[in-house]
């Protein structure tokens, strides 16, 4: 399967593209990876109001970053680094149409405006790190422990549309989490299963089947909502026992419904 990735280029992001790109079950035509510029680390960075809090949490997670991925983002298909928003402009559209590519495969980029929508209707795929329609936005994995919902925390895979995280659901899953882990751990694993997901989604699409769609509202969270409150909230939940809490449920019946696809293996 020939793919183009569109995506950022924080590690998670590098680590990402060099997975599928080692895959030999899909053939990365190139990486089309926006810049950092809009990055919480940038914007938190740039924010002198940050509190102390706010600060370190990114500086956790950025070291959560190095540890998890640091030594697995060797790039071995073509990259073309363009400016966060530029995935819109049209010579970069162009770009990514002359490449003839089978699947559109999407991580952590813009929210895409242009006609890619239209030109590859049916081929463009996403990933959100969060599980629609119940979190859709910016923070989505982060937002579940702030409101002490560890069992929302997840991957939805979906055909990208004009939407924030709306498109037609494929296949989810929910975060592993262990005891003794912290928000970053389990974010990182997360994506890491993410990944090779994905990759198994990518090889078998023809396969994938079209399932019904979970019927409920959620709610968009913006990057603006996050501030030194919900980063307070954040650990002393994990202080306070929620990987314990979560641990001793005794089954998930209880749970919103997620997407599971018929067309993959293990579902």
């Known amino acids: 399967?020939?793919?183009?990735i569109l995506t950022g280029d924080e590690l998670r992001h590098r680590y990402f593209r060099a997975q599928l790109a080692s895959d030999p079950r899909i053939d990365v035509a190139a990486s089309i990876c926006e810049g950092n510029e809009k990055s919480l680390a940038a914007v938190t960075d740039a924010n002198p109001d940050a509190s102390l809090v706010e600060r370190r949490h990114v500086a956790a997670r950025s070291?959560?970053?190095?540890?998890?991925?640091?030594?697995?983002?060797?790039?071995?298909?073509?990259?073309?680094?363009?400016?966060k928003g530029a995935i819109n402009d049209v010579e970069i559209v162009e770009q990514i149409k002359a490449l003839n590519c089978d699947l559109l495969?999407?991580?952590?980029?813009?929210?895409?405006?242009?006609?890619?929508?239209?030109?590859f209707?049916?081929?463009?795929?996403n990933v959100h790190l969060g599980l629609s329609p119940y979190y859709r936005g910016s923070g989505c994995n982060v937002w579940p422990m702030v409101n002490q919902e560890l069992h929302m925390v997840g991957a939805t895979f979906m055909h990208i549309d004009e939407g924030i995280d709306t498109g037609q659901i494929i296949?989810?899953?929910?975060?592993?989490?262990?005891?003794?882990?912290?928000?970053?751990?389990?974010c990182n694993r997360l994506i890491g299963a993410m990944t090779e997901v994905y990759a198994d989604l990518i090889a078998r699409f023809e396969a994938l089947k079209t399932e019904d769609q979970p019927n409920a509202e959620g709610r968009l969270y913006r990057q603006a909502e996050w501030n030194e409150a919900a980063a307070l909230k954040l650990y002393q939940n994990f202080r306070n026992g929620m990987v314990e809490d979560h641990l001793d449920r005794p089954d998930d019946r209880h749970f919103s419904p997620i997407v599971m696809n018929r067309g993959l293996p293990s579902a």
């Not at 399967?1 to 183009?4: D, E, G, L, N």
């Not at 209707?121 to 795929?125: D, N, T």
């Not at 005891?179 to 970053?184: A, I, Q, R, S, T």
Request: aromatic content about 8%.
């Open 105 to 119: 495969v999407c991580y952590g980029s813009s929210l895409i405006r242009s006609d890619l929508l239209t030109h």
């Open 171 to 186: 296949h989810q899953i929910r975060a592993e989490v262990f005891l003794g882990d912290g928000p970053h751990a389990i």
């Open 63 to 83: 070291q959560g970053e190095v540890d998890f991925f640091g030594r697995q983002n060797q790039d071995s298909a073509p990259i073309v680094r363009v400016p």
């Open 1 to 4: 399967m020939r793919v183009v």
């Open 121 to 125: 209707q049916g081929r463009f795929l």
